[in-house]
T-cell receptor, first 114, second 115 residues
């Protein structure tokens, strides 16, 4: 069982609608939780980074929330655009000695249609 | 500002052939990483380099070697390619030395097919 589970696996929404992607994790303790956007055929690009003490962080139309007690995070996309079509990856960072272990979720594939 | 640059973008190999993936970053980052991305799985760390002159194994190092040529460049070598190494490979870099501090920047990926 993956230590970072994302849901749904895929999602189709109409342009202009809002959506929320979920991330549940079991790894602990963690340093931070990250959300990345990965366009098809491209590398992941960072959207937000939250420490365990932060509840919410926004980046334009993207808002990430974190509940460290329930080990859940969500990424809310407001007023979706066609360019939001991508995979969204949740990543949990755990300190390991002098390094960090990043555990990646398998992503949610979002398609925004007209 | 190019960020993280990987070459080649695409490569087809036959089983047993060798090749090297090149990665360079121009952000003066200390740490560099090589990941692989396979369908249905999260990115997995192959090797990383916390600073110039050091390298360490990640989660899936078997069948790979790396070289941190200088602060800018980090290469990944497949000595004898196997079909199981068919994947998309991503290089990444970060300012931290070992600990991932702030943003982790990724390259555009290298798609490798081993026949």
């Amino acid at each position: 069982k993956n230590q970072v589970e994302q849901s749904p696996q895929s999602l189709i929404i109409l342009e202009g609608k809002n959506c929320t992607l979920q991330c549940n994790y079991t790894v602990s303790p963690f340093s931070n939780l990250r959300w990345y956007k990965q366009d098809t055929g491209r590398g992941p690009v960072s959207l937000t980074i939250m420490t365990f003490s932060e509840n919410t962080k926004s980046n334009g139309r993207y808002t990430a929330t974190l509940d460290a007690d329930t080990k859940q995070s969500s990424l809310h996309i407001t007023a979706s655009q066609l360019s939001d079509s991508a995979s969204y990856i949740c990543v949990v960072s755990v300190p390991t000695g002098t390094a960090s272990k990043l555990t990646f979720g398998t992503g949610t594939r979002l398609q925004v249609t007209l | 500002n190019a960020g993280v640059t990987q070459t080649p973008k695409f490569q087809v190999l036959k089983t047993g052939q060798s090749m090297t993936l090149q990665c360079a970053q121009d952000m003066n980052h200390n740490s560099m990483y090589w990941y692989r991305q396979d369908p249905g799985m999260g990115l997995r760390l192959i090797y990383y380099s916390a600073s110039e002159g050091t390298t360490d194994k990640g989660e899936v190092p078997n069948g790979y070697n790396v070289s941190r040529l200088n602060k800018r460049e980090f290469s990944l070598r497949l000595e004898s390619a196997a079909p199981s190494q068919t994947s998309v490979y991503f290089c990444a870099s970060n300012f931290g030395r070992g600990r991932v501090t702030g943003e982790l920047f990724f390259g555009e990926g290298s798609r490798l097919t081993v026949l």
